[in-house]
């Protein structure tokens, strides 16, 4: 018994040091980022020995947070959409529709997941530049949609295929016996039943959204269409010495991030008594 009760103490010794080494570093940054400047100065890694909300409105003020945040709404929500509704469609169609060179079709796509954003960013560079694209959200949205640079119609698509796959034919074909028409089985059957998969999608397309920075560094030059990534990154650059100001800019940007996740936590655990939630799980 004592042998058994060393062994679950030195587990948890063991998860309570990682655990630790994992949260001093994400409260060291809402530490300093509530800290007066001379406090942060005097002892950069004490925690929360001051209390200093100014801090937050002098880099929402000096860094142009607020541009930049419209901005960031806008090119998430169209992309979200965008990704969504082409992802949706395609995989029912490819999932439940039979047309010569189907699975071709599906592979094309799969092939978005095969190669890295840095083998086709110079050619996408130039690519945008001749077509006037370069330096608009409209050219952003495309590539972000696309897949480029993480997840996008390839993963998509993916995922609905494979959630509607996992539908019973047995509903679709009793609509149809009842005189429906494909796209009234897809509109009143089959979506209403891919909720699950499209909200897990939306969640993952959000995060990857909201937070990539390559893609718009590149593509997206100039403040006028500047997002928060790179607004963080050029505010950042300057201020080298304001670390309680980049830290309240870091948890500007961050913030509506962890509140999507937690509204939307329980899309993204699988219950093995209640069945999986998420699309890309086995289910039986």
Request: net charge negative; with cysteine; hydrophobic share 55%.
């Amino acid at each position: 018994m004592s042998h058994r009760l060393s062994g679950s103490l030195a587990t948890y010794l063991g998860l309570a040091f990682f655990s630790a080494l994992v949260l001093y570093p994400l409260l060291l940054i809402v530490s300093t980022a509530v800290k007066d400047p001379l406090d942060v100065t005097a002892d950069p890694f004490a925690l929360f020995t001051s209390v200093n909300l100014q801090n937050f409105v002098d880099a929402w003020t000096l860094g142009g947070f607020g541009g930049y945040f419209w901005n960031t709404v806008v090119i998430t929500a169209l992309t979200l959409l965008g990704t969504i509704t082409l992802s949706v469609l395609a995989g029912y169609a490819l999932a439940r529709l039979y047309f010569p060179g189907r699975n071709i079709v599906f592979l094309i796509f799969m092939t978005g997941l095969m190669f890295p954003f840095f083998s086709v960013m110079i050619p996408l560079f130039y690519e945008l530049r001749d077509l006037g694209l370069l330096g608009t959200k409209a050219g952003l949205i495309l590539v972000l949609v696309a897949g480029t640079s993480g997840f996008g119609l390839p993963i998509g698509v993916f995922l609905m295929r494979s959630f509607y796959m996992d539908l019973p034919e047995e509903l679709a074909n009793a609509a149809r016996v009842d005189g429906a028409s494909e796209f009234q089985v897809f509109r009143h059957i089959m979506l209403p039943l891919s909720g699950p998969g499209v909200a897990v999608l939306s969640v993952l397309v959000f995060f990857q959204t909201w937070n990539v920075f390559i893609v718009p560094l590149l593509y997206l030059p100039g403040t006028e269409n500047r997002v928060l990534a790179t607004g963080l990154y050029l505010f950042a650059s300057g201020r080298t010495q304001e670390t309680e100001l980049i830290a309240a800019g870091s948890l500007i940007m961050v913030i509506r991030v962890v509140v999507v996740f937690l509204v939307f936590q329980k899309l993204l655990e699988c219950d093995t008594e209640s069945g999986c939630r998420l699309c890309i799980c086995q289910r039986d």
